[in-house]
Each structure stands twice: as C-alpha cells, then as structure tokens.
C-alpha cells in the first residue's frame, strides 16, 4: 500500500504494484503455456474495473494474511515503466484501524546511489528480501516494452527473487520510502 505526500488518511488507498500483473490489456504473452494479457507499449489502462482481493504484506509471515478488496486500476502501463496502480475499496485509516497496516510514502527523489541499502518486501510470499541499488539503467529493453529510467537491484540473500516478486517494492532501508519510478509524477496528481 502507498500513498503520496500531502494525501489524506482518509482517501481510498492505492496499492502498487507492476503492470504486467494487469492481466488486463492488448499485449498476450504466453506464460508457461498460458496467455496472460498486459498492456502493450503505447497502451494505458486508465480507471479500468478491476475487481479482485490484494493482499497485503503485514511485516509478519506468521500472521494471518490480511486482504484488501480492489475496486480499479486507476493507472497501468508498460511504456516507459513497468507499474500498475490500484485503488481499493477502504480508506488508509479504515485499513490502519482493521489490520495496522501503513502505507509506504512515495520518495520524491529521482536519483540513487550505488550501494543504496534497500528491502523488497513481498506480500504474496511473506517475506522481506536484502538487495541494494547496483546501478541505474538509462533504457531496457524488453520483447515490445522500453523502459527508462530503471535501477538494476541486487539481491543479497542467497534465494533470489521467485516468480510472484516482481510487483513488490523497492524500499529505502533508512527512511522506510519507496523508491521514485518514472511514471511516479504521473500517479501524485491522480
């Protein structure tokens, strides 16, 4: 769950998360032996219905799952980034009151450095992975996607990151942000 500098405790909240997770959009690509649809460049999902539960990462894996129900995409794409951000059917504090869970704020700088100490917590395998920032990448290329800027990750526990992982943040460990992506300008006026 994240939010924005200056939004209020008592909007819905926004979960993130990447935009091929969609499974929304024009681009079929075939995973395994099954298509899964995701935007295609050029294309964006913009306050598209999208009813399904999320669950949340709660810091505890032995703690029950806590779930929250999605009502939309309020903005998905593949071009320039790889991020999908979804409203859900709760405020931030009815959330907070429910499961104490907090949303992440979304760091205003654009620049990281080299060696940058992060956690990419995930909800779907709780768990909370070390990694750093080992460097950043002007242009990737993915099959049909461009994206750019992005920062190249390194794991630092020996487990990598497993399919499921891709959506997960990219958290400062010293300030407990999340870091800036491209389309972040986009997603704050929203």
């Known amino acids: ?23 929304q ?17 050029g294309e964006v999902l913009y306050r598209v219905s999208s009813p399904r539960a999320f669950t949340l990462e709660t810091g505890n894996a032995d703690e029950p799952r806590t779930c929250v129900q999605v009502e939309e995409i309020v903005y998905g794409t593949m071009t320039g980034a790889d991020i999908m951000l979804l409203q859900v059917s709760e405020t931030y504090e009815q ?14 700088e654009k620049a990281f450095s080299q060696g940058l100490a992060l956690r990419m917590p995930s909800a779907r395998w709780q768990n909370d992975r070390a ?11 993915e099959a049909r996607w ?15 990151t497993p399919h499921g992982a891709s959506g997960a943040p990219a958290i ?19």
């Not at 209020?8 to 990447?18: G, M, P, R």
């Not at 024009?26 to 995973?31: F, G």
């Not at 990694?131 to 290329?141: G, I, M, P, R």
Request: a positive charge; aromatic letters at 6%.
């Open 1 to 23: 769950m994240v939010t924005f500098l200056e939004r209020s405790a008592s909007a819905k909240a926004f979960v993130l998360s990447a935009g091929h997770c969609s499974e």
């Open 25 to 41: 959009g024009k681009a079929d690509v075939i995973v395994g032996k099954n298509p899964l649809a995701m935007p295609d460049y």
């Open 95 to 108: 959330i907070a009151q429910r499961t104490g869970v907090r949303p992440f704020l979304v760091s205003q």
């Open 131 to 141: 990694c750093e920032v080992e460097a950043t990448v002007e242009t990737l290329k």
């Open 146 to 160: 461009l994206w750019g800027p992005v920062l190249r990750i390194r794991i630092l526990d020996t487990c990598g």
């Open 172 to 190: 400062r460990k010293d300030t407990s942000r999340l870091l800036n992506f491209s389309s972040a300008d986009r997603l704050k006026r929203i």
